[in-house]
């Protein structure tokens, strides 16, 4: 026993991870509590649901889309009766055309033709071919010029769209390429391109007297999606 000498130590915990301590004490671990990572746990009360806002302060689901449903009925009325007023010119928006090209799809779905794909595609290419025209006509060098930018084109025809999706609906009650139809789908035309005309005059001074110069590509545009509806 001389020449093995036991020398007794105390245990150590074996360290994981190349010897870093992990946990050393329950006095330590306290080291390592929430306070250390900069977070703070919010107090406990009624005070705390109104840091983060409630339902009821939200604004409604159609505001915040910047949809006004009011100014999208009188825009349609408008439609409707010839009767252009400025303040309807002033702010356009997207909301109306969508639910017009909408409706003219369902429409045609009602008879079993998917045309929701047609309809959004000819109408942008539609807007872009006469927003091209347009400013052909009116130059870009005036500041009146860009009252007719592309967004305002694509909202003026959405909403001259209106006559078309009439037709479209009564294109249910009468025969397919019948006189009355194809009659009724020239009256929409009609009155989609004047429509058109008159919004596109009056939203850009520098278009004043050359209203049958804007009507003859409405025309054209519009009689695309009456076909759509007769065949």
């Known amino acids: 026993m001389t020449d093995w000498q036991v020398h007794q130590r105390h245990p ?9 301590e992990w946990y050393a004490s329950s006095t330590g671990a306290a ?22 806002g409630s339902f009821e302060d939200e604004a409604p689901l159609l505001e915040e889309l910047g949809i006004d449903i009011p100014a999208i009925l009188s825009r349609t009325r408008s ?31 009602l008879v079993g033709k998917m045309h929701f794909g047609y309809i959004l595609g000819w109408m942008v290419v539609g807007s872009g071919l006469l927003w091209f025209v347009l400013n052909s006509i009116t130059g870009t060098e005036d500041p009146d ?7 305002s084109c694509t909202c003026l025809l959405g909403y001259a769209l209106l006559p078309l999706v009439g037709h479209a609906l009564l294109a249910l009650l009468l025969p ?5 139809s194809m009659a009724a789908a020239a009256l929409a035309v009609v009155w989609a391109g004047q429509t058109a005309s008159r919004l596109f005059c009056r939203r850009s001074p520098l278009l004043d007297g050359q209203q049958s110069c804007v009507l003859y590509p409405c025309l054209l545009m519009y009689s695309s999606f009456a076909l759509l509806s007769l065949y």
């Open 31 to 52: 080291q390592y509590g929430a306070g250390s990572y900069g977070y703070e746990m919010p107090a406990s009360g009624g005070g705390g649901g109104a840091a983060y």
């Open 176 to 180: 397919r390429r019948s006189v009355p």
């Open 145 to 151: 010029a860009k009252q007719l930018d592309l967004y």
């Open 79 to 109: 439609i409707l009766t010839f009767r252009l007023a400025g303040h309807d010119m002033a702010n356009l928006d997207m909301g109306g055309p969508l639910i017009f090209m909408a409706m003219l799809g369902f429409a045609h779905l």
């Open 12 to 20: 150590t915990a074996q360290q994981p991870g190349g010897g870093v």
